[in-house]
């Protein structure tokens, strides 16, 4: 396969902390590569730095065996990279059809032409299978469709390399598999992708390759045939699973805690009931917006909780 971009001996600090230490690997025309770490490892540092966001400080990107020059957002979009955030950064008060445009609307005799940001929107907007109108507000829409309408604004520029961060950390199920449909329908057309995510079983079920990445260096590189749990694993924590695994149990003692009927600002109208016991782990579960968050900060007092007994 041809290789479309090659990282060689990448380095980056921080006051205090060496995030990359010299990495190299390359990414080939059309595949999906899963570029995965334990937290700290760089991860989220290199796609900045290929995506403009943040500079490096020594090695070189090339992209088709050029060096190039990707020292601001703007010249990494020129290169055909975009990157959809961790954290999706669209302004909240624009139109989709605004946002997909943001920073390159296109001009007539030096007017703003909505016209044309209308129909190539709807154009955009069909790539991603996304059936919301180009009007309706950024700010309206759940995260997974404002996560598309990212996709649709990089795919519109014309993105030959789009690199994902974690991008289902906060999305439901139902919004995960139409970005997994979305990804597959990106890589048929000849797209290029670098996807970051802590999720081992997604990774096995997109990825053409990846890259482990450990303390700011390549830990190793697994081929779609040994993209399994186990070497996953094992090339992120550099030991053997049946230690990053071992747990002692013990018994759990009295009760430290309990909420009897407890009510957060988030859901004043459901009573919450949840026993917590000395040295016990509760593990809280539930979608973005099913009231964890503000569940905790209730307990903590952060909010005053309405009419709690
Ligand atoms: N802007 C920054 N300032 C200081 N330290 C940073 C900054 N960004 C990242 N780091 C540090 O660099 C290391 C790698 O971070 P990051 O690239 O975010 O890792 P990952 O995405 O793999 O979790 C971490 O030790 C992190 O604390
Ligand atoms: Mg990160």
């Known amino acids: 396969m041809k290789k479309i971009l090659s990282i060689r001996g990448v380095t980056r600090s921080f006051p205090g902390v060496k995030a990359l230490k010299g990495v190299s690997f390359d990414l080939h025309q059309g595949e999906l590569l899963a570029v995965i770490g334990e937290n700290g490892a760089g991860k989220s540092t290199l796609m900045k ?3 403009g966001v943040q500079s490096h400080d ?21 290169m055909g990279i975009s990157l959809i955030h961790q954290e999706l950064n669209l302004p909240s008060n624009l139109t989709v059809a605004a946002s997909i445009f943001l920073g390159r609307e296109p001009n007539r005799h030096g007017f703003y032409d909505s016209a ?6 709807l154009k955009a907007l069909e ?17 997974g469709k404002k996560q598309l309408v990212e996709i649709a604004r990089a795919l519109l520029a014309q993105a030959r390399i789009l690199i994902f961060d974690e991008p289902t950390s906060s999305l439901s199920t139902r919004e995960t598999h139409r970005l997994y449909e979305v990804i597959d329908q990106i890589e048929a057309q000849g ?48 030991r053997d699973i049946s230690q990053f695994y071992l747990r002692q149990s013990h018994e759990a003692g009295e009760s430290m805690l309990e909420l009897i009927d407890f009510r957060s600002h988030a859901h004043p109208d ?12 509760v ?14 900060e209730s307990i903590f007092g952060v909010h005053p909780s309405p009419g709690n007994p």
């Open 49 to 51: 730095i290929l995506a």
């Open 283 to 296: 593990g809280i579960a539930g979608l973005v917006g099913a009231g964890r968050t503000e569940l905790l």
């Open 58 to 78: 020594e090695g070189e990107i090339l992209i088709h065996d050029q060096v190039v020059d990707l020292s601001s957002v703007h010249k990494a979009s020129e």
């Open 270 to 281: 459901k009573g919450i009931h949840l026993k917590v016991r000395k040295g016990e782990l």
């Open 116 to 121: 044309k940001i209308r129909a190539d929107s």
């Open 127 to 143: 790539m991603v299978g996304l059936d919301c109108s180009p009007d309706c507000l950024v700010g309206d829409l759940p995260i």
């Open 191 to 238: 797209v290029s992708m670098i996807y970051i995510s802590h999720r081992l079983s997604e990774v096995q079920r997109l990825a053409d390759r990846v890259v482990v990445l450990r303390d700011g260096e390549v830990a190793g590189t697994l081929e779609k045939e040994g993209i399994d749990h186990g070497s996953m694993v094992r090339l992120m924590v550099g």
